[in-house]
């Protein structure tokens, strides 16, 4: 067995994680860390660091409804030490693999982020999305590899908003966070739109993953922003059902 790794931060928060024979150090591998704008996306190579995302979307953040709210929360993530030698593929791993309660798993969701991911078995690089991956889909195999991640640009009537609620500003393990989208349309009315939790749903063997409120969703679309106040009875509903075998509870929207 072997893994790869950049910071090996993951021994930060699980002190014995699965044991391999070989550690693969990949930081410098130039594929993975490439740093541009490309069409429609700003697109990060796998190795790059949590304050390198930062950096290049504070950079692009003109380009994007997204990129500065992305860079701020992605700020408030652990420590600066900490973003300075975290991978972006690796928080994405840990979050899919241990059930790791991820800042940056649920924001890139919402963003609509992608990665580009090398098949052992084919030797070619597909697209996935972020939720896919976090999932647990069959669609990444154990062998795959990584190799970017691409935030969309998101223009037009675009709203996008990060929350995180922890006990610290910095340097503190959230306990929940959220990611929200909408896009409307020139008439008003709410043509997509994005909402993503982590942190409510019942743990499985893995722990908590990302959740989507796709119910909230359904319910938004075609309305104006007007019915916002159905929507925060209708999520405090949905999110309530995802709770209902732990030990947190919502309380009704007022």
Avoid: W
């Amino acid at each position: 067995k072997s893994r790869f790794l950049v910071g090996d931060t993951c021994k930060g928060v699980y002190k014995n994680p699965p044991s391999v024979d070989v550690t693969i150090d990949v930081r410098d591998v130039p594929e993975l860390r490439v740093s541009r704008v490309d069409g429609s996306n700003l697109i990060l190579g796998a190795a790059r660091t949590l304050n390198d995302l930062r950096d290049a979307l504070r950079v692009s953040q003109g380009k994007s409804k997204s990129f500065e709210v992305l860079a701020n929360h992605i700020g408030k993530i652990a420590s600066n030490h900490v973003r300075n030698q975290a991978s972006i593929a690796g928080n994405l791993v840990m979050a899919r693999e241990l059930g790791f309660l991820s800042d940056l798993a649920p924001i890139l969701q919402g963003a609509g982020a992608s990665l580009s991911v090398l098949e052992r078995a084919t030797g070619k690089i597909k697209s996935m999305s972020v939720e896919t991956f976090l999932s647990g889909s069959s669609e990444f195999q154990n062998g795959d590899l990584i190799v970017d991640v691409r935030v969309p640009i998101l223009s037009g009537n675009v709203v996008f908003r990060t929350y995180r609620s922890a006990v610290r500003a910095r340097n503190c393990h959230a306990i929940l966070n959220s990611a929200m989208m909408i896009e409307t349309q020139d008439d008003g009315k709410i043509k997509d739109c994005r909402i993503v939790f982590n942190g409510v749903k019942a743990p499985d063997v893995k722990g908590s993953r990302p959740v989507r409120a796709v119910k909230t969703e359904a319910y938004l679309k075609g309305k104006s922003v007007q019915d916002l106040p159905g929507a925060a009875n209708k999520i405090c509903e949905e999110i309530g059902a995802m709770l209902k075998d732990t030990a947190k509870s919502v309380h009704t929207f007022e």
